[in-house]
C-alpha cells in the first residue's frame, strides 16, 4: 500500500498545514478527521449514547472539513481520502440494532463528504462469531468505507487460533493494519515496541492477499527519538 500519514486535526494549525504541505510532495495522505477523546466511554455506555454521540459527531464534522477543504482541493492528487478515525468493534456493536444505527450514521457521514474515499478501522473483540464478524466488514465496504482491520496481534485480546479463524472470514479487499506493538498494560494503555520476528510470525498468520498498514512507526527502532510513544502536548516549535 502507498505511504499513509494519519493525523487527526480539528483546530486551525498553521504550522500543521505546512508539514502536510511538504509531506505530500513525496508521499500520498491519508488525511484524520477530528478524533473524539469520549469516543470509547460512549460507545461502551450502550445504544442510545451511541446514537447521541453520532448526531454530535456530525455536527462538528461541519468546521473540520469547512476548514480544511480548499487545502484538499488544492493537493487533490496526492491526498487519497479521509480516516474516519472511530475505531469499530464488535463489543459496541453487537446487536443489530447497533449495528443498524451505526450503518445508517455511516451512510450520512459519507453524503456529508462527499465524492472522496473514506476509511475506517475495526478491530476483533470476539463478540459476533467469525462468519458474522465477516459479514458485518463486508456490509461496511458495501456502504462505500475501505475497511482496515487490526490484527490484534498487538492487543493480545483473542488467541492465535481464534484470530485465524476470524481471518478466514474476511475478504481481501479488507486491508490489515499489523500492530508493531505489544501490549502490557490494559489500563492505562502500555505497550512495547514488536520484536521483529514477533512482527514477522503475526503477518505469516494472515492470508497473503491483504494490504497491508503498519501500526504505528513510532514503535520502530528507526523513530527512537524522532516519535514518541506518550502523546507530547507541547506545540511544535517553527
Not at 149 to 161: I, N
Not at 190 to 210: F, S
Request: hydrophobic share 40%.
Amino acid at each position: 500500500m502507498a505511504a499513509i500519514w494519519f493525523r487527526n486535526f480539528y483546530a486551525a494549525c498553521p504550522w500543521l498545514e505546512e508539514a502536510l504541505t511538504i509531506w505530500q510532495r513525496h508521499m500520498p495522505l491519508w488525511l484524520g478527521l477530528h478524533t473524539d477523546p469520549d469516543y470509547f466511554n460512549q460507545m461502551a455506555a450502550g445504544e442510545a449514547a451511541q446514537g447521541k454521540f453520532f448526531a454530535a459527531y456530525l455536527r462538528k464534522l461541519n468546521g473540520v472539513v469547512a476548514r480544511w477543504q480548499s487545502w484538499v482541493n488544492e493537493h487533490e492528487k496526492s491526498v487519497l481520502g479521509w480516516y474516519v478515525p472511530l475505531e469499530l468493534s464488535d463489543a459496541y456493536f453487537n446487536t443489530a440494532s447497533q449495528r443498524q444505527q451505526l450503518h445508517e450514521f455511516l451512510h450520512q457521514l459519507k453524503q456529508r463528504m462527499g465524492k472522496r474515499k473514506l476509511a475506517i478501522s475495526v478491530f476483533m473483540s470476539g463478540e459476533l462469531p467469525a462468519d458474522e464478524f465477516g459479514a458485518w466488514l463486508n456490509e461496511l465496504q458495501e456502504l462505500g468505507y475501505q475497511v482496515w482491520l487490526q490484527d490484534g496481534a498487538g492487543t493480545r485480546a483473542l488467541s492465535e487460533t481464534q484470530r485465524k479463524d476470524y481471518f478466514a472470514h474476511i475478504n481481501c479487499d479488507v486491508v490489515m493494519i499489523n500492530e508493531a506493538f505489544r501490549q502490557t498494560n490494559e489500563q492505562p494503555f502500555d505497550a512495547r515496541p514488536a520484536r521483529p520476528e514477533e512482527l514477522e510470525r503475526a503477518v505469516a498468520q494472515q492470508p497473503k492477499c491483504h494490504q497491508q498498514i503498519l501500526f504505528s512507526l513510532r514503535y520502530l527502532p528507526e523513530t527512537a527519538g524522532l516519535l514518541y510513544l506518550t502523546d507530547v502536548n507541547a506545540q511544535p516549535t517553527r
